[in-house]
């Protein structure tokens, strides 16, 4: 048992000063069973103390629902952290960011319509109560004055990039301090003044979110806050990819020297990211400032970690410098094993479909529980005919009478195409490609909003087709059409392995799509770039035969699936 509190200066353990050194890492980003690990690596770099959030919609993917199976089981990460002997930092959010889809916000939250965004507005509050009291569950009995692991609990995430609503971010405190939660919490801010004033709550702790000028911050955050330990609780090393962009990376001299300033100011430092994972399944988020950018699979970012857990140059530059402030633990050095290189022939595509349903007027995504859906009605206007929709939301592949004619894209804020002809059989392939995670386009609805025009005239009586993305994996057993055709194809392989050792699946020669490994949705790929292969977790390899499934949506130029010796992220941005 111990106690935890705030120090005029310091944080103080059972009465003494103690500076955190943490590093996020993201339970939901890494298969379960490399999470210990991972931890451990952690506490290998010096760190004390592992921070997480926790996505609201990956644990209530429907209302009512509260999932802690699996790579979502929170109580065990949290158990293995302080096995390790460990501290950990929980911010629940409600809102997360983290370039997670719609910023860890359930999308039927927003169903409804006039539900609030990040405000006090009754039916929001209602459910981030609900939600708050599964997760404190959890969490207060693993307060470090219990015997367990958790330091600090945060208060909502950066808000002062987005509202100053003072009543909302008191009700969320308030929240969790019913739900037993006696550690202290902080919320998180950009050190501006405008950011520490709307997103601070008197009585909790204001921490900083940066990762360069790390003395001028901290005179900003302490501006804010005369007394109380200083805390980066996000010290940004590195950065997030989009589809289409450059692989984005930091330089380590200057990392490591921007830690070094920050510590030797005596502050606290949460490192953000220690490992960033991968955004396995359709979990990354979106940025949209007038451009929608969707992010990779890959949430690499440049961290001491890479995507795989392996030590970086960055992991040993931090060591050195933390070992200036405090112990670290002696460092044996094992031979990294490449990941094998071989590959295989994909076998005979099948065209994945469901079951088609009527739909009259023309549903959104949402509506009908889908991210990827196929839109079919009949068309009869004379000569080419021009198909316009209101707003695509993200990108909707368009077929005539089974042949492709183009495609809309919400990042180019294409809203219009000419068909051929205006008759025969339209269908439209509608894909949501990551919900924003920031900014004020959160919660929005997906799909086709504001119906679709032909030559100016509405279309109607749709019917509507959803692939469900969670038994692609088995189309074969589906009943699915035996041969394939335009749009949504899958392609299946088996390759042998060894062992649980890790794999990268080469995606450049494909199209756009998303691939399975045993079951397991390693996620998108896009010939695009930058990303081109897909890290598969060692922990879901089996000795002997293993099961690729590939949802091709556009076209292959190799029908083989090539498994090479690491990870190809794209070009850097230095």
């Known amino acids: 048992m111990s106690d935890f509190t705030i120090g005029e200066s310091d944080f103080l353990l059972d009465g003494a000063p103690f500076r955190i050194l943490s590093g996020a890492l993201h339970y939901f980003r890494v298969h379960p069973d490399s999470w210990a690990d991972r931890i451990e690596k952690a ?63 359930p999308a039927w939250l927003f169903q409804e319509p006039g539900v ?54 008191k009700a969320v405190a308030d929240l969790i301090g019913r739900g037993g939660i006696t550690v202290p919490l902080v919320t998180v801010d950009q050190p501006t003044d405008e950011m520490l004033a709307a997103g601070g709550l008197d009585g909790v702790l204001r921490t900083g979110s940066f990762g360069s000028r790390s003395t001028e911050r901290l005179r900003t955050l302490r501006s804010h806050q005369p007394t109380g330990p200083l805390m980066c609780m996000e010290f940004w090393d590195g950065w997030f990819d989009h589809w289409g962009g450059p692989h984005h990376t930091t330089s ?52 001491p970690l890479d995507e795989a857990g392996n030590f970086t140059a960055k992991f040993h530059a931090f060591r050195e410098v933390i070992s200036r402030y405090a112990p670290v633990p002696p460092l044996v050095l094992d031979a990294v094993e490449p990941a094998p290189e071989f590959s295989v022939p994909l076998g005979d595509p099948v065209a994945v479909r469901g079951q088609w349903t009527a739909a009259g007027a023309l549903p959104t995504l949402d509506e009908l529980g889908a991210r990827l859906a196929v839109y079919r009605t009949e068309i009869d206007v004379e000569g080419p005919a021009l198909l316009e929709v209101g707003e695509v939301r993200d990108r909707a592949q ?14 180019n804020h294409d809203r219009a195409i000419l068909l051929p002809h205006g008759r025969g059989r339209l269908e439209l392939v509608v894909e949501d490609q990551g919900r924003v995670n920031y900014g004020a386009r959160i919660g929005e609805p997906k799909g086709l909003i504001g119906g679709v025009l032909l030559d100016s005239v509405p279309l109607t009586d749709w019917s509507t087709c959803v692939i469900d993305l969670d038994t692609v994996p088995s189309p074969w057993q589906s009943g699915a059409e035996a041969s394939a055709g335009p749009g949504p194809t899958a392609w299946r392989a088996t390759f042998d392995a060894d062992g649980p050792v890790d794999h990268f699946l080469k995606t450049d020669a494909w199209g756009k799509g998303f691939a399975w490994v045993n079951g397991f949705c390693l996620g998108r790929y896009w010939h695009r770039g930058p990303q081109h292969t897909l890290y ?33 992220l794209g070009p850097t941005d230095l």
């Not at 009754?122 to 004055?145: C, N, T």
């Not at 020297?257 to 510590?263: I, P």
């Not at 977790?537 to 090479?564: K, W």
């Open 398 to 411: 368009i077929f005539l009478d089974g042949h492709p004619v183009g495609v809309l894209e919400r990042e």
């Open 536 to 568: 598969v977790p060692g922990t879901v390899i089996r000795q002997g035969a293993n099961d690729l499934v590939v949802l091709e949506l556009d076209t292959m130029a190799s029908r083989i699936a090539e498994f090479t010796a690491g990870a190809s």
């Open 116 to 169: 609030g965004v990040r405000r006090y507005e009754k039916r929001f509050m209602a459910a981030i109560e609900e939600y708050l009291q599964q997760v404190l569950r959890i969490v207060a009995p693993l307060q470090v004055q219990h015997g367990g692991p958790v330091l600090l609990v945060q208060v909502e995430n950066e808000y002062g990039a987005f509202g100053n609503d003072q009543v909302y971010l």
């Open 252 to 303: 380590v001299e200057d990392a490591a020297a921007e830690l070094d300033a920050l510590l030797a100011a005596g502050a606290s430092v949460n490192v953000y990211m220690f490992h960033g994972g991968t955004n396995f399944g359709l979990t990354n988020g979106a940025n949209d400032k007038g451009v929608y950018r969707p992010t990779v699979t890959s949430y690499d970012y440049d961290a």
């Open 43 to 105: 506490r290998l770099m010096g760190l004390n103390t592992i921070d997480t959030y926790v996505p609201w919609n990956a644990h209530s993917p429907r209302p009512g629902v509260f999932d802690t199976s699996g790579i979502l089981d929170l109580e065990r990460f949290l158990r293995l952290v302080a096995e390790a002997g460990m501290y950990a930092i929980v911010r629940p959010g409600p809102y997360i960011c983290a370039e997670w889809d719609n910023g860890g916000l």
